[in-house]
């Protein structure tokens, strides 16, 4: 099986990655994270994936494109539902870049992070494929949360401190009102 795997930040990936090839599946990147703030994190991001992609020669495709403005048109009208846009938006993109390109499936390295709404990646991912007919790849890679953070460790990749967006990025660094 060829398969397109959205990729949010390298440290995400090299389980998934992994995983697949052992499974003999043939695995090629795609990086379009159109949350990711500020722009210097973006590419700090986008750097670390081509490092990584370079050291297991995994082929990426990469959109290098700054979207910040056009996520937040979409989650600043009511914030808390910022995570099904961004599930949707990146998944949406792979799964129509995965049609284009003649994969037979995708995934996302989302399903590798504990941090994240698997039930939602995969209900999207899910309705996707039927509507692109591919087959979305599922598969929980949480159990390698542990040997992945090693792995990117080793590795010596840059290591994120929030989701990406920048209300991930205000929950991690801002003071939390005491009421």
């Not at 598969?139 to 967006?165: A, P």
Request: with cysteine.
């Amino acid at each position: 099986m060829n398969i397109l795997l959205h990729i949010c930040c390298a440290n995400c990936a090299i389980y998934p990655v992994r995983v697949m090839r052992e499974k003999n599946l043939s695995v090629t990147g795609l990086f379009y994270n159109n949350n990711i703030h500020p722009y210097q994190e973006f590419q700090r991001r986008l750097d670390a994936v081509k490092e990584y992609a370079a050291r297991v020669e995994l082929e990426v495709r990469i959109n290098e494109d700054y979207l910040l403005e056009s996520f937040l048109q979409q989650v600043a009208p009511d914030p808390s539902k910022r995570c099904e846009y961004c599930y949707r938006s990146r998944l949406a993109e792979t799964a129509r870049t995965a049609a284009e390109l003649g994969f037979d499936a995708f995934s996302s390295s989302l399903l590798y992070s504990r941090y994240q709404q698997h039930d939602r990646i995969r209900e999207y991912g899910e309705a996707l494929a039927l509507k692109y007919d591919l087959v979305f790849f599922y598969e929980d890679f949480r159990q390698g949360w542990q040997e992945g953070i090693q792995m990117s460790k080793n590795m010596g990749l840059y290591r994120q401190q929030y989701c990406g967006c920048i209300y991930s990025e205000k929950d991690r660094y801002a003071p939390q009102s005491r009421n």
